[in-house]
């Protein structure tokens, strides 16, 4: 099975601008791997934040977005505020069917 | 507004059974794929198994193929997880999750498995 790899933590300031990043130990991710992210905050159930790549739920605020950068999902965060601190997973869709969560990215906004 | 409300989660000793139920609301059930995903407590998120909106595909994780079995009942726009065989890893909170328009996750439901 896939292994998808995210950076264990990240730290922005606030205001700042912070690029989290997913792989895929099979090689480049492309739009065909489908990248979802998703935001979780503590004790809280996770919720959709970017699907299919870029596309940005309706809750979403705009400084995130979604794209593909130097072979792996990415997901940018501009201009980040105190409650944009939370885990942050994403999600590869794979050939053989099954979908593949990364280990998350815990994100500290200080 | 979507709304998806698991239940059925408890605990249940090495090699008991459980089953989870999902309830959806705020959207057109039968249209949706829907997806179970589960979380040790303190861990990382973790697919379990898809169904196809009628039901009629399925697909599962290796940690659980031939223990667990997905379904829904698209009249009562609920899904289900029947788990079998249980182990102590399967410890965890388990959330269904709606594929497409919003992609909504329910609040989960924790199921402990311990002697």
């Known amino acids: 099975q896939a292994v998808v790899t995210q950076e264990p933590s990240l730290t922005v300031s606030p205001g700042g601008t912070v690029t989290l990043t997913c792989g895929s130990s099979t090689g480049v991710v492309t739009s065909g791997h489908s990248p979802y992210w998703f935001q979780q905050k503590p004790g809280q159930a996770p919720r959709t934040l970017i699907y299919e790549t870029t596309n940005r739920h309706s809750w979403a605020p705009a400084r995130f977005s979604g794209s593909l950068l130097g072979g792996k999902a990415a997901l940018t965060l501009s201009g980040a505020q105190p409650e944009d601190e939370a885990d942050y997973y994403c999600l590869l869709l794979y050939s053989d069917g099954r979908p593949v969560f990364g280990g998350g990215t815990k994100l500290t906004v200080l | 507004e979507v709304q998806l409300v698991e239940s059925g989660g408890g605990l249940v000793q090495p090699g008991g059974s459980l089953r989870l139920s999902c309830t959806g609301s705020?959207?057109?059930?039968?249209?949706?794929?829907m997806h179970w995903v589960r979380q040790a407590p303190g861990k990382g998120l973790l697919w379990v198994s898809y169904v196809n909106s009628d039901g009629s595909f399925t697909h599962y994780a290796d940690s659980v193929k031939g223990r667990f079995t997905i379904s829904r009942d698209n009249t009562k726009n609920t899904l289900y997880l029947q788990m079998n065989s249980l182990r102590a890893e399967d410890t965890a909170f388990y959330y269904c999750?709606?594929?497409?328009?919003?992609?909504?996750w329910g609040q989960g439901t924790l199921v402990s498995v311990s002697s």
């Open positions: 999750v709606q594929q497409g328009g919003g992609d909504s």
């Open positions: 705020g959207f057109t059930f039968s249209s949706h794929w």
